[in-house]
């Protein structure tokens, strides 16, 4: 089971905590053409390797972040709250 | 096949009389050669399947199929062995009704016993909305032509006396959906069954061969790179499910696909307990006897993107409680081996079974849960759209641009989320 660092509450137990998908991810302005809104709701990077995704810790402090996990070995590189950076973010 | 390599009564006979020591080996492991009229990645189920078909029904024998490790030792050799077509969409009951007629006919297709073993597939109702459900997509079923019957709580205690069918249960049970034709097959013979006949008809099956690259040309495929040198081609069919994003990036495609972990586990083996496949959606759970005597079951994914083959122990224990729930009386088994494989997992739960928007390149994956059932169909309607460049009557619907153009195939009504399928 992975142990997740919540940036509030400390490391806890997966079983707290919901998954909620790839943070990489970027709403398009409302006038965007429909390409960019296909790319928004089904295409995927998908890596192998460090995967920055969105988590809730909906069974401690609900709140939202960010958690940079490699998805080839589980390996949880960091987690940052809502506006904080992690190392090497490139936006 | 040539008939001295044909298995058959006789050839056991003839065998015994050298101890069993002289059989020729069941396929051979050639070096790749410079150029194939096709190639197809992934020495799995699907891509042997492939590979078999394109010479079979196409006559298109100078074809490669590649595999990173060893034939079969992906997905074709993780999954839970269940086979059915009890879907409601139209797209999937045609597309998973052809691979169950295939199934019914395979091990004599391939001169190879793959087990297939129609023993029933049974998905329980725990809720009136349950039941509702079931009858819907039973309905929807026999409109299409396939088999379902519903069964109410008694005849479910009769058949499977195993079950806690009383009111005290915890999830009570309230009736079944039944897809008698349904059941479960020896999952490595399918991918040794193909792998033997496949190459019997001239194909080469090329192991510890790895794609790293795929070489365009105009945006054309040109051919593929791999750890054993580069090897050209006008086609490449992608046959990877649970990697199937990271080969289609190799051609500057992206997919709609998250790939995530699946975690089954079996008990100790034990005599006949349960001849029935038992699987019930509201505690997420499955259940069928293998012919070891094992007790084979699995449930969700772990839920967050994973390559690795492996997941969390909590999971496990989800699939342990359900067990219980279900069956209190399989409570003195040990677990005794678990294990985890790498799910396509789908925007809409569907596969894409087609080409892709580079010219020569094209896909079977998106398997989400239950691509071993689709193994033969998949196998025969991607070498379809190889030879003939353009997709059969029932993979047309399994498109990549169904996205794009809303025409989704969500069986599930989940919306674009994968691990929610």
């Keep these: ?91 | 096949m040539h008939p001295a390599l044909k298995y058959s009564i006789f050839s056991l006979a003839r065998n015994a009389l050298s101890y069993h020591e002289r059989w020729p080996l069941a396929w051979r492991s050639p070096a790749p050669k410079p150029r194939y009229d096709a190639v197809i990645v992934g020495g799995g189920g699907h891509g042997l399947a492939t590979g078999y078909y394109l010479a079979r029904e196409h006559g298109i024998v100078n074809v490669a199929v590649l595999e990173k490790g060893y034939l079969g030792g992906g997905n074709t050799g993780r999954n839970t062995t269940i086979v059915r077509s009890n879907y409601h969409l139209d797209p999937n009951a045609h597309f998973y009704e052809m691979s169950l007629k295939l199934w019914a006919g395979l091990s004599r297709e391939l001169n190879f016993n793959v087990m297939y073993s129609p023993r029933g597939v049974l998905n329980l109702c725990h809720s009136p909305s349950d039941i509702d459900a079931a009858m819907r997509r039973g309905n929807a079923m026999r409109l299409n032509g396939i088999d379902a019957e519903f069964l109410d709580r008694n005849e479910i205690a009769r058949r499977i006396p195993n079950l806690d069918c009383s009111r005290e249960a915890r999830f009570p049970i309230l009736g079944g959906l039944l897809q008698p034709r349904g059941g479960t097959a020896r999952h490595d013979a399918v991918a040794w069954g193909y792998a033997r006949a496949a190459d019997a008809l001239g194909v080469d099956l090329i192991q510890q061969c790895e794609v790293t690259g795929i070489r365009l040309d105009g945006g054309t495929v040109a051919g593929v790179e791999t750890t054993r040198g580069y090897i050209a081609t006008s086609k490449v069919g992608l046959a990877v499910a649970g990697h199937s994003s990271r080969l289609a990036a190799m051609a500057g495609v992206r997919l709609p696909i998250e790939s995530h972990a699946l975690q089954a586990l079996v008990s100790d083996p034990v005599k006949p307990v349960l001849d029935t496949v038992v699987t019930s959606g509201a505690v997420h759970f499955y259940v069928s006897q293998s012919d070891k005597g094992e007790l084979v079951m699995g449930g969700d994914l772990d839920f967050c993107n994973s390559y690795a083959q492996r997941g969390s122990v909590s999971v496990i224990e989800h699939v342990a409680s359900a067990c219980l729930a279900l069956f209190p009386s399989f409570g003195r088994l040990k677990v005794m081996r678990t294990w985890g494989g790498v799910c396509d997992m789908t925007m809409d739960g569907s596969p894409i079974i087609g080409q892709l928007p580079v010219s020569g390149l094209t896909m079977t994956g998106g398997w989400c849960y239950g691509g071993f059932k689709a193994t033969p169909a998949s196998g025969w309607l991607h070498a379809y759209t190889i030879a003939r460049g353009a997709p059969h009557a029932l993979n047309a619907a399994f498109t990549l641009e169904r996205f794009a153009r809303g025409e989704t195939i969500d069986e599930k009504g989940a919306g674009a989320t994968p691990w929610a399928h």
Excluded: K
């Excluded at chain 1, 919901?18 to 998908?46: H, M, Q, S």
């Design chain 1, 1 to 91: 089971m992975l142990l997740i660092p919540c940036p509030w509450c400390g490391p806890r137990a997966q079983v707290e905590f919901t998954y909620g998908g790839d943070a990489r991810v970027r709403r398009p302005a409302p006038d965007a053409p429909e390409a960019a809104w296909i790319e928004f709701v089904y295409l995927r990077d998908n890596p192998a390797g460090p995967h920055d995704e969105l988590w809730q810790h909906s069974g401690g402090c609900r709140q939202w972040f960010r958690l940079r996990r490699d998805t080839r070995t589980h390996e949880i590189l960091g987690s940052a709250q809502p506006g904080e950076s992690l190392p090497g973010d490139t936006r």
